[in-house]
């Protein structure tokens, strides 16, 4: 069965840096776009970054900060993001565009 799981939050000063990763599983993950998602405290899921293979997409919000790559051999996605902000704060998703299927999200907080 798929599988999704995020990992590599925690929290960081402002101006830090994290590397987030995420485990796929249960399908053949080199066929599917990928992407990074994330919800703020009290708002609705957001789109940030994807990643077909070959090519990057980022939202205007991490454009410049946020790096989204994959390794297709290791079915890993990763997403770096530098100099974090507050605003940075949520929870953090990886999602196979196309299959309904969530992880738990992994969790970052950005706060001095």
């Known amino acids: 069965q798929v599988q999704l799981v995020e990992s590599g939050g925690g929290l960081v000063q402002p101006g830090g840096s994290l590397r987030l990763s995420c485990a796929a599983s249960?399908?053949?993950?080199?066929?599917?776009?990928m992407g990074w998602y994330r919800q703020p405290p009290g708002k609705q899921r957001e789109l940030i970054a994807t990643?077909?293979?070959?090519?990057?997409n980022y939202a205007d919000s991490v454009k410049g900060r946020f790096t989204i790559s994959r390794d297709n051999a290791k079915n890993t996605v990763y997403l770096q993001m530098n100099s974090l902000k507050p605003e940075d704060t949520a929870v953090y998703y990886c999602?196979?565009?196309?299959?309904?299927?969530w992880g738990e999200g992994t969790r970052v907080t950005v706060s001095s």
């Open positions: 990643t077909p293979s070959g090519s990057t």
């Open positions: 249960g399908f053949r993950f080199s066929l599917y776009v």
């Open positions: 999602h196979a565009i196309g299959i309904d299927y």
